[in-house]
């Protein structure tokens, strides 16, 4: 979308574009064009946590997990202002930005009355690339404490769900957009 908004004028000139699961946040100051059309989302990250408090009312302790791209500290920052009102309910630990092994190690090692909420992962501290879907796992897996995330796929891996985002239901709507754009 980045590129779209820079060139897509210019190298596509008066071809619509249609985007889809995208961030509410993730388009501030960027200058849509009137070519440009999507659907928008807004990630239930307060929505879950609340979930989660109330099918597990003894937790104390919330341990979120993200990456260090770009991508993970924005929705990292999405999710901290959504927590902000649960602080002095639980207590927060932030696990971002680390080698994915030492992440595994901290995970593994978690006291009672702990979740874990995994926010995103694209790419560890040591730099390294990964998928969502391998991220949540490896997360999952490093522990033996529920791993909260809010997205559907993300349970396919290990994830607990809560208020989750359908991608099926995304990428239909998208369809959609884009068979309106296409009929005018």
Known sequence: ?????KYGEELFPGTPAVFGSLEKSRIEGLKLGPNITGILMDAGFGATLEAAL?????????????????????????????????????????LTGLP????EQRLANLPEHTIIFYISLYRDGADHAFTLMDSVARVARASRLPTYSVIDRLIEAGS????????EADGKEVANVALRVLAG
């Open 100 to 103: 994915m092994e030492e992440l």
């Open 54 to 94: 109330r099918i597990q009312p003894d937790v104390r302790n919330v341990v979120v997990v993200s990456g260090g791209s770009e991508i993970d500290g924005k929705y990292l920052a999405k999710a901290r202002s959504q927590f902000h009102s649960f602080e002095g309910r639980v207590e927060f630990t932030y």
């Open 160 to 167: 607990i769900g809560g208020f989750v985002l359908s991608m």
């Open 1 to 5: 979308l980045n590129f779209l908004t």
